[in-house]
């Protein structure tokens, strides 16, 4: 059986995690319930999420996948209900679920613009008003994490839909923090570089150029791991960051900061 840790600061707690069936939400997810929260694993892959299920259901907390597309407001609404039926309250919000592809600016069609903001911020924006809706009738507060990309700061070829996407990501952030504050909902995102996911390992094989120049920007000199963007998320999500709303903590390894070095023997 998988161990549990159970500490008080989620015991307890209700948590949702969009884009659960795979690297940073699912490391998210199996984060919490080690560490006490009932999870509600939302993705688009029912096959995943009940994988993911049943190791949340070893360590022995609650656990209900839901399939739903985060884009659509009417499967959003479902997700809700769901939630609110299997369990009293939702605590925590993660919104996590995005799309990440490569195309030229200049080849870009406007289907494929839409599908990633569709999921990127129109996404978080519909999750994140069903559940501060009902926290706020609640009336006990919560906390909400977006999951950005420091491609919102950092421009390279390719990206115009996924880096607006995130740069917008950022934003609403911040607004949802100054106007969901008097209702006690922090609201904070995560900014994750290169992390070393299923998919990007992948990736980094069939775009090597690509991958190669990330890493040679890297100060830490090595990409991310899943569980450490968990870690992070935690953080946000835990009594930890009490004082916290309205920021966004880069966690890329100093990616995001500039220029490493010179490639020279300078000091």
């Known amino acids: 059986m998988a161990e549990r840790r159970l500490e008080p600061r989620f015991v307890g707690k209700v948590a949702v995690v969009t884009g659960a069936s795979r690297g940073i939400g699912r490391a998210t997810a199996l984060a919490l319930g080690r560490e006490g929260a009932s ?12 994988s993911l299920a049943g190791e949340l259901r070893e360590m022995g907390g609650g656990v209900l996948p839901v399939v739903c597309d985060v884009s659509r407001k009417a499967e959003v609404d479902r997700l809700a209900e769901a939630a609110y039926r299997e369990y009293p309250a939702v ?17 870009m069609t406007e289907e494929q613009w839409d599908a990633v903001l569709d999921i990127n911020l129109k996404g978080p924006f519909l999750v994140s008003q069903a559940f501060a809706l009902r926290m706020v009738a609640r009336g006990a507060g919560g906390k909400i994490v977006n999951v950005s990309s ?13 880096a607006s996407s995130k740069a917008g990501l950022n934003q609403l952030t911040k607004v949802l923090a100054v106007e969901l504050a008097p209702y006690g909902i922090a609201v904070n995102a995560v900014s994750p570089g290169l992390i ?42 835990g009594e930890g960051s009490s004082y916290v709303t309205g920021s966004v903590l880069f966690a890329d390894g100093g990616y995001s900061c500039g220029i490493p070095s010179y490639g020279g023997s300078e000091k």
Not at 39 to 50: K, N, Y
Not at 95 to 104: F, G, K
Not at 150 to 162: E, L, S
């Open 39 to 50: 999870v509600v694993a939302v993705g688009r892959d029912a096959a995943a999420l009940e």
């Open 91 to 107: 605590h925590l919000l993660v919104n996590n679920a995005a799309e990440y592809p490569v195309t030229p600016f200049l080849e």
């Open 150 to 162: 420091c491609a919102a700061v950092v421009a390279r070829p390719g990206i115009a839909h996924y």
């Open 196 to 237: 070393g996911t299923e998919r990007v390992k992948q990736l980094s094989v069939t775009t090597s150029a690509e991958h190669e120049t990330k890493m040679s920007r890297i100060p830490m000199a090595r990409m991310g791991s899943p569980k450490e963007m968990a870690a992070a998320i935690m953080f946000l999500l």
